[in-house]
């Protein structure tokens, strides 16, 4: 079992900057890949980014490529999204989650977070 809290959401201006946390817990030895994904009202889920745990492998989704990135610190078994220039469309709940399986950069997550809220305002 992997037990993952996030944190760092909050209210930021557009063209602000925001970095979420992630922090894993339990038996994080087997986490292959960790991925941010979020979800606003009325939408569904949408994958936000990824990093291969064990090495430095980043994939990012065009809406956010080139403002957003996924550091990690393994150390503490902590994720990171820092979020660059926001805008009003990435207001939704965030999630983070982490994945046992190999495939790269796409696949199934095993383990989720509880969301952290990300608000943008105009």
């Known amino acids: 079992q992997v037990q993952l809290v996030e944190s760092g959401g909050g209210l930021v201006q557009a063209g602000g900057s925001l970095r979420l946390s992630c922090a894993a817990s339990g038996r994080t030895f087997n986490i292959y890949r960790m991925g941010w994904f979020r979800q606003a009202p009325g939408k569904e889920r949408e994958f936000v980014a990824a990093?291969?745990?064990?090495?430095?492998?980043?994939y990012y989704s065009d809406s956010v490529k080139g403002r957003f990135t996924i550091p990690r610190d393994s150390a503490k078994n902590t994720a990171y999204l820092q979020m660059n220039s926001l805008k009003p469309e990435d207001t939704a709940v965030y999630y983070c989650a982490a994945a046992y399986g190999r495939n790269w950069p796409i696949g199934d997550y095993d383990y989720w977070g509880q969301g952290t809220q990300v608000t943008v305002s105009s």
């Open positions: 990093i291969q745990w064990s090495g430095y492998l980043t």
